[in-house]
């Protein structure tokens, strides 16, 4: 027996792991523009990407990103499709095959894991560090990595998004090229782009809808890129035509773009944006700690993600509880990833405080309801 009445979820507590809740005042303009693009006068969803006003969204786009991120014209900016999944092969493909010194991979999760897969298909790989042992629970400190100066790139994931993981510094050497999956922590704070060669990040978990990746990558990073690449593949296609080499997700990019605009205008950048994340993270992290072990963390304090609050309970039934409860209350995306169980509470951008107080409000109920049994 729940003590909700059951309702439908609501979206302001959407707290999925992906594709991510989204800013209500860019869902409005998304909403518009499908019927109209006010400067245009026809729906987003039937304007040409070879029109002029598609290639003023990438333009601004792509200046909107080197604002945020305080880019300079070393990098190239690309929307592409088929997601982080896609770059887990490209970034092989195009920085590994034919070397003889192995590529550098962390396994810090379930995702990094992925890519070391694709990355062993194209040659050699040394895994650094490997969390697998103590259940992915935790990341390395320095005094367990060490990088070496011959290979031809370091990768890793700067969020563990499944584990709720995340590195709060930037490792590898300055003299080895920096590859890094940013997918599900791109654009919530500042993250010192300039020091990475590569960075890549899919839009659905905190930045827009599925459909499209940025690829921020250095323009001497492509001097010796292999022959014979499938041309989709190759990045030095998509860079001549300024992500337009075959259509592109024109409805996706344009909504990226709005929430570019809202992270400029509204939020008024990337420091305020952390900063607001932080509270939001800090609000559930504290219930956690302050709950006697009612509710535990999954993750070393440490190694706190700032985006998945990944967390369980005692018992497989009192998580079952818990979520019947969540959702009958009007929560949603709590459930853990379906790898590893458990709850997460995924709290992008997109996620207002409100939600989070919210959510730590019911959880104090539950465990005050529970907590005997
Ligand atoms: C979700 C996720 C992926 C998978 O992305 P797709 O766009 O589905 O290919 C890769 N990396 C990270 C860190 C993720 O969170």
Redesign the pocket.
């Known amino acids: 027996m729940t003590r909700y009445p059951q309702m439908k979820p609501l979206n302001s507590l959407n707290f999925s792991g992906?594709p991510g809740a989204l800013p209500e005042s860019v869902l409005q303009q998304a909403q518009e523009s499908i019927i109209e693009v006010p400067e245009v006068g026809l729906s987003v969803l039937g304007i040409s990407h070879r029109s002029d006003w598609f290639a003023a969204v990438v333009t601004e786009l792509e200046n909107n990103f080197r604002i945020l991120l305080g880019l300079s014209r070393d990098y190239h900016v690309l929307f592409l499709q088929g997601?982080?999944?896609?770059q887990f092969s490209m970034v092989p493909m195009t920085l590994l095959r034919g070397k003889t010194s192995p590529a550098e991979y962390l396994h810090t999760g379930y995702?990094s894991g992925?890519a070391l897969a694709e990355a062993r298909r194209e040659g050699q790989v040394r895994v650094v560090w490997s969390g697998e042992s103590s259940g992915f629970r935790r990341l390395p400190d320095d005094a367990e990595l060490s990088f070496s100066p011959d290979a031809p790139y370091l990768h890793y994931?700067s969020?563990?998004?499944v584990e709720g993981l995340q590195f709060h510094r930037v490792l590898g050497r300055d003299d080895v090229p920096r590859v890094c999956?940013m997918?599900?922590d791109f654009l919530s704070g500042p993250c010192k782009a300039e020091r990475y060669s590569l960075i890549y990040a899919?839009a659905?978990?905190n930045i827009g809808p599925?459909g499209v990746?940025i690829v921020l990558l250095r323009d001497e990073l492509l001097q010796d890129v292999p022959v014979g690449l499938p041309g989709f593949l190759d990045y030095r296609n998509h860079i001549q035509a300024h992500s337009n080499f075959n259509t592109p997700p024109v409805f996706s990019i344009y909504v990226i773009l709005l929430i570019t605009r809202w992270l400029i205008n509204d939020i008024g950048g990337l420091t305020s944006m952390a900063r607001i994340n932080r509270i939001k993270a800090d609000l559930l992290y504290g219930l956690l700690d302050g709950s006697d072990g009612f509710y535990r963390g999954r993750a070393q304090r440490s190694d706190r993600s700032m985006m998945n609050v990944v967390f369980g309970l005692k018992t497989p039934e009192m998580e079952k509880q818990f979520l019947a409860e969540t959702q009958a209350a009007g929560f949603s995306g709590l459930s853990g990833h379906r790898a590893i169980g458990g709850m997460r509470a995924s709290i992008y951008n997109g996620l207002t405080g409100y939600a989070v107080e919210k959510l730590v409000a019911f959880m104090e109920d539950f465990q005050r309801h529970h907590a005997k049994k």
């Open positions: 992906g997601g982080a999944t896609q995702w992925k994931i969020n563990e998004t999956d997918s599900s899919h659905q978990k599925a990746t």
